[in-house]
């Protein structure tokens, strides 16, 4: 447990509770248009949101399956029955 290399905190690393925040709102976004279909570049202007948080929150919200990524680049909402 005790083993994991410790790392220093990224710089555009945002507070626990704004993360949260920034989760709630893309993840709201996607659901009032279920036809939305972003690249990280246009997600970082639509969210206003620096490249690194971006990222991160589009891979993270894929890796829950709520999003998929298109062979375009483009990250889509993931049809609730396919």
Same mark, same amino acid.
């Given at each position: 447990?005790?083993?994991?290399?410790? /790392?220093?905190?990224?710089?555009?690393?945002?507070?626990?509770?704004?993360?949260?925040?920034?989760?709630?709102? #893309?993840? +709201? &976004? @996607?659901? &009032?248009?279920?036809?939305?279909?972003?690249?990280?570049?246009? %997600?970082?202007?639509? @969210?206003?949101? +620096?490249?690194? *948080?971006?990222?991160?929150?589009?891979?993270?919200? %894929?890796?829950?399956? @709520?999003? #998929?990524?298109?062979?375009?680049? &483009?990250?889509?909402?993931?049809? *609730? /029955?396919?």
């Amino acid at each position: 447990m005790w083993d994991r290399v410790w /790392h220093e905190r990224s710089p555009h690393r945002l507070p626990d509770l704004l993360w949260r925040d920034q989760m709630i709102r #893309v993840r +709201a &976004e @996607f659901e &009032e248009m279920p036809c939305l279909r972003v690249t990280l570049t246009q %997600a970082r202007r639509l @969210f206003g949101l +620096a490249e690194p *948080a971006a990222s991160w929150l589009l891979r993270r919200l %894929a890796s829950e399956g @709520f999003l #998929v990524r298109t062979d375009r680049g &483009e990250y889509i909402r993931r049809a *609730a /029955h396919p």
